[in-house]
Structures are given as C-alpha cells and as structure tokens.
C-alpha cells in the first residue's frame, strides 16, 4: 500500500512542481530554455546515453530480484558513477543493492547511501520530496548554474547531489542554494569540476 502511495505521491508532485513553476514567466522561460539545450550538459551526449542506460539497467535488476530494492532504492548516474540512496530496513538488503548495481556493464564507482530504518513513513517522504523540489527550482533559477548538470535526492532531510560542474564556482553556488532551502539538514556533495577532469 505504501509503495503504491509512494508513486502516487510522486505523481502528484511531479505536476505541483509544472504548475507551480508555469505560474511564473521567469521560471517556466528559464527551465524550457534548459530543458531545450541538453547539449549544454557538461556530460557529452554519449555519456548523458550511458548514463540513462546504466540508471535503466540496474533499476530492472532490482525490480527483477528484489521488490524492496527496487521500490526503496532510488539510482541516480553521472559519468558512470552511481549513486544509491533511499531507505532499506537492513543492512542485508543495503549490500545486496550495491552487489546488483556492481554487476551493471559501464558502471566505475557505486556510491552506496542508502540509510537503514524500518520507520518509512509518507509524512518524511513528502517532505523530502518538496525539498528535492525547491533545490531543483533554485538550481534552474540561477543563472550561473547549469541544473542539467545536477542529480538531487533527498532522504530524510539530507540532500544528495551527484553531477559535473563547468567550474569551481559553479559548485560552490550549487552547494549553497541546496543548504539555504528551508529544512535541509545536510548537504552531500558528489560533484566533480570539470576542469578537473580533463
């Protein structure tokens, strides 16, 4: 039931969010502008396909070997770099996560933050959800960040962010916005600079 729920409540905000932001002329020209222009990305296109396909291939791993994976674990990519987050109710179940999305072709590094609780609760869910939001909206607003860039998850009040920045700025700006939105707890950075990269 609650999973059900879960994606429900998922839908429900994915529209709030489209709503919120095409009340507003500033935002909705900023984000079709960024949605328009994925070639500014800081991936190339071919690791931007690489990308979505290891994130696709590891979530059908879960859904085909675990249930409690796949509807708890939340997979973001960046480079191939993975990053796990969600809650499990077990340590087991947190290794057996990791142990799948190793076993994905293309896949460098798996970074594993998914918290153990057995206290889901949808109330914490939402919340998380507005603030993933509210990041998102702040990242698109600011013009010297690229929210293409970006991956964000929130479980339990810290927020994840897993991508590349152009510059050193860029990130510093990035890191900022998420830790100024009303109830963050922390932030966790998984950003690599471009220019140290290369």
Do not use: H, P
């Not at 879960?6 to 909705?28: D, G, H, Q, Y």
């Not at 675990?66 to 969600?86: A, C, H, P, Y």
């Amino acid at each position: 039931m609650f999973k059900n729920f879960k994606i429900l409540i998922n839908s429900i905000f994915i529209l709030l969010f489209f709503l919120v932001f095409t009340n507003c002329a500033k935002v909705a020209t900023g984000a079709a502008v960024k949605v328009a222009t994925v070639s500014q990305e800081e991936r190339s296109i071919g690791e931007f396909v690489d990308d979505a396909i290891i994130k696709a291939v590891t979530k059908n791993l879960y859904f085909d070997q675990s249930e409690k994976i796949f509807f708890n674990v939340d997979v973001e990519v960046s480079q191939g770099r993975v990053l796990l987050t969600g809650t499990v109710e077990n340590i087991d179940l947190k290794i057996e996560a990791a142990r799948i999305a190793w076993g994905v072709e293309g896949i460098k590094t798996v970074i594993n933050e998914i918290q153990i609780s057995n206290s889901d609760n949808i109330l914490n869910f939402a919340d998380d959800l507005v603030i993933s939001t509210k990041v998102l909206g702040k990242l698109i607003l600011n013009d010297e960040v690229n929210s293409l860039n970006y991956n964000i998850e929130t479980v339990n009040q810290v927020v994840y962010i897993i991508g590349i920045s152009g510059n050193e700025k860029e990130r510093d700006i990035t890191l900022q916005l998420a830790s100024e939105v009303y109830g963050v707890k922390e932030v966790v950075d998984y950003i690599k600079v471009k220019s140290n990269n290369d």
